[in-house]
């Protein structure tokens, strides 16, 4: 069932090529297994991916570590973010490892993995990155629930207030609508993507509390009445490839 599972993924990632789409893969694994999920996925996905993108079937890899919120969880979950190149029809078999390598590496993978889904994300907007940019080293993802007959005002919002991430301290920002969804149970239908260089940054902007002027209040209060936060992941770039 694992491995019908890993290649129905994987068949969700890499043939779905519009343009401006990013495929958002979760896969949890054991605390006990994370070192050795890292090593080995640095040393065959890493690679394998970066074989695609010098390929032209892809444009961009990541692995990020999304940090635990709760106490005592037994699990960490990685987010692979993958952009693929729209003009190509599918991955190429690699010519740097072979079947037994892959099928190997796979097995260990599937052996490690206690769940994982895929959210297929429509990017809207972004500011200070592009796609073939190697992404800052810390993000804050926003899941954003919105009532759909305010969709439309809420996507300007976003957009507009997006230019502004320089000021918030950040490095980078982006704004997404999720298309389709496969074993995920987010009640979100947008995220939000906040870049940091550092971890620090990101506590420091958690920790500035600042009086609001009017104008700033009334921004607020419009943003409340348009969405609810309804979860927020602090990650760490893990690996990248372009």
């Not at 993924?9 to 779905?16: R, T």
């Not at 500011?127 to 305010?150: A, E, Q, R």
């Not at 507009?160 to 980078?172: I, M, P, T, V």
């Not at 999720?178 to 940054?201: P, V």
Request: hydrophobic share 35%; charged share 20%.
């Amino acid at each position: 069932m694992k491995k019908i599972l890993y290649i129905f993924l994987l068949s969700v990632i890499f043939n779905y090529t519009y343009s401006q789409t990013a495929y958002m893969h979760y896969v949890t694994v054991k605390n006990s297994d994370v070192n050795e999920h890292i090593e080995a996925e640095k040393r065959v996905h890493s690679r394998l991916h970066k074989e695609q993108i010098d390929k032209g079937n892809k444009t961009g890899w990541d692995m990020w570590r999304i940090s635990s919120n709760s106490y005592g969880e037994p699990t960490t979950t990685f987010l692979y973010v993958h952009f693929n190149n729209p003009d190509a029809n599918n991955e190429t078999p690699s010519s740097i490892f072979s079947a037994h390598e892959i099928e190997t590496h796979r097995k260990g993978y599937q052996s490690r993995v206690v769940k994982e889904g895929v959210l297929v994300l429509g990017v809207k907007a972004s500011y200070g990155i592009k796609p073939g940019d190697m992404p800052p080293k810390n993000l804050v993802i926003n899941y954003m629930n919105v009532d759909f007959l305010k969709n439309y005002e809420y996507e300007q919002m976003e957009k507009n207030a997006g230019k502004s991430y320089k000021q918030n301290g950040r490095a980078a920002w982006g704004f997404g609508k999720i298309l389709n969804r496969f074993g995920s149970s987010h009640n979100a239908q947008y995220l939000t993507f906040d870049f940091y260089n550092s971890m620090d940054e990101i506590m420091n902007a958690r920790m500035a509390t600042n009086k609001l002027s009017k104008n700033q209040m009334a921004t607020f209060k419009k943003y409340e009445s348009l969405r609810t936060i309804h979860n927020t992941h602090i990650l760490t770039l893990i690996a990248a490839e372009r």
